[in-house]
Nanobody, 128 residues
Framework: QVRPVESGGGSVQAGESLKLACTIYGSADRSSCMAWFRQIPGQEREGVAGIYTRRSQYYADSVKGRFTISQSDLKDMVYLQMDNLRPSDSGMYHC??????????????????????WGPGTQVTVSS
């Protein structure tokens, strides 16, 4: 069974950077999509960034130009580089993996996640 585990969260000031990492235990299929989501208490889970291949990435409008998602060649690690952080970026960040075969299915999944293997999350707090 695929089991993602996140790390790298913490507390920073606005404008600073953090890099999240997700280790994918088990055997993620090479056709898998991976993504980062964030959850704020009382709000719906928000898709932040997703990756299907190195040239097929999706970003929510709120993070475009500030966040970069990447993955290892073996697809056993996925990263989220977060620059110029804002207080509105605060939340619990979850890594997830799902089988997918097209860029379109990646986008649909990140916007409307209803399946996949999810990690327990890592907290990011950005102070103004």
């Amino acid at each position: 069974q695929v089991r993602p585990v996140e790390s790298g969260g913490g507390s920073v000031q606005a404008g600073e950077s953090l890099k999240l990492a997700c280790t994918i235990y088990g055997s993620a299929d090479r056709s898998s999509c991976m993504a980062w989501f964030r959850q704020i208490p009382g709000q719906e889970r928000e898709g932040v960034a997703g990756i299907y291949t190195r040239r097929s990435q999706y970003y929510a409008d709120s993070v475009k130009g500030r966040f970069t998602i990447s993955q290892s060649d073996l697809k056993d690690m996925v990263y989220l580089q977060m620059d110029n952080l804002r207080p509105s970026d605060s939340g619990m960040y979850h890594c997830a993996v799902v089988a997918c075969t097209t860029y379109g299915s990646l986008v649909e999944w990140v916007r409307n996640p209803s399946a996949g293997y999810w990690g327990p999350g890592t907290q990011v707090t950005v102070s103004s």
